[in-house]
């Protein structure tokens, strides 16, 4: 049965939460008709996009992360912005299931008319990114959302991934949880557009600011990826009622946007980010057509076995492999 289109166009243009969330489930659709529907809907949205404030957030579990952005989501909501927040759940490799809690853990957000929360799970994407954020963002932005934040679940290369699609990338640590700069990846420090020290609060405020020198320490001896901006190193408290670190926080990726606006650094950012997505696409899609290719699914486990049983060599059985490939004119 075919799917309009329209319909789905026309619920997320105007802002209606509910058609964002049935639009969003059926991008995330592994059907053939939804995703043939959801093609011309992204085409018909696209023109709408491109006008939020693109916001990763990663750490180690444990940081607060939610908590945080809980924190940053409510403060934003109360000035008047829209906020999407796109969760990345590790799914399960057993089950495929995910936990998709984070409705529960950020309880005061969800319940915000101006915030939309939306669990993703990461599948069998590589790095845990789910394999749809990328649309999602795009149809959250055409609904009016000024603000999308994406969480990742802070292992692997999902880091990576979300650094590829987001205007700036920060990178929660906490202090007192051993060798700080060991607890940090460089080539996490190295996508950071800045580090904030959370939990910066009572007596862990010294550990705090002691760990925020190690991290300047650690940046100071990286090359900028360009001279319109080095990344701070911040410190917050995200149940502060205050709001004070994350208010210099959100201060920091306004100075950010603004200042990369005006280079015309952000806009060529997102033409690179919108040509790696093409080539993610195109090798994601080369896969799925081999795995599902006839001749492929008919000898591939006689090959498995040979190179299992130490009877073929893998470069050899990778050529033959792809072979069949060539011999069969199709890809």
């Not at 579990?61 to 952005?69: A, H, L």
């Not at 557009?193 to 760990?211: F, L, Q, R, S, T």
């Not at 001279?227 to 911040?234: K, N």
Request: aromatic residues 6%.
């Amino acid at each position: 049965m075919s799917i309009e289109p329209q319909p789905y166009i026309d619920g997320v243009l105007s802002g209606d939460t509910r058609a964002l969330a049935k639009t969003i489930t059926l991008i995330e659709s592994a059907l053939p008709e939804h995703q043939k529907a959801a093609k011309v809907i992204l085409d018909e949205l696209l023109p709408h996009t491109g006008r939020a404030v693109r916001l990763g957030i990663t750490g180690v579990p444990g940081v607060g992360k939610s908590t945080f952005i809980e924190s940053l989501g409510t403060m934003l909501v109360g000035e008047g912005y829209r906020v999407g927040v796109l969760a990345i759940d590790p799914s399960s490799r057993r089950s495929g299931g995910s936990i998709l809690a984070d409705k529960t853990r950020m309880e005061k957000l969800s319940t915000e008319l101006n915030a939309f929360i939306r669990p993703s799970p990461s599948g069998n994407t590589l790095g845990g990114v789910a394999r749809k954020t990328r649309e999602t963002m795009l149809v959250c932005e055409a609904a009016g959302f000024d603000v999308m934040i994406i969480e990742t679940v802070g292992v692997g290369q999902s880091e990576t991934a979300v650094a590829s699609m987001v205007d700036f990338f920060l990178v929660l640590m906490i202090a007192g949880a051993g060798d700080e700069i060991q607890g940090i990846k460089k080539g996490i420090i190295e996508l950071a557009d800045a580090i904030a020290v959370n939990k910066a609060d009572g007596d862990n405020i010294e550990k705090a600011m002691a760990a925020r020198k190690q991290y300047e320490t650690a940046l100071h001896f990286l090359s900028p990826v360009t001279l319109t901006w080095s990344p701070p190193v911040l410190t917050c408290n995200s149940l502060d009622e205050t709001l004070a670190g994350i208010r210099a926080i959100w201060d920091t990726v306004l100075d950010h946007r603004e200042k990369f606006t005006a280079t015309g650094e952000l806009a060529e950012k997102r033409r690179r980010q919108a040509l790696d997505w093409m080539w993610d696409l195109i090798h994601e899609g080369l896969r799925d057509r081999f795995h599902s290719h006839p001749e492929i699914k008919k000898h591939l486990p006689r090959f498995l076995r040979e190179v299992e049983g130490g009877t073929a060599a893998p470069t050899v059985t990778a050529s033959e492999l792809l072979f069949l490939l060539d011999n069969s004119g199709t890809v």
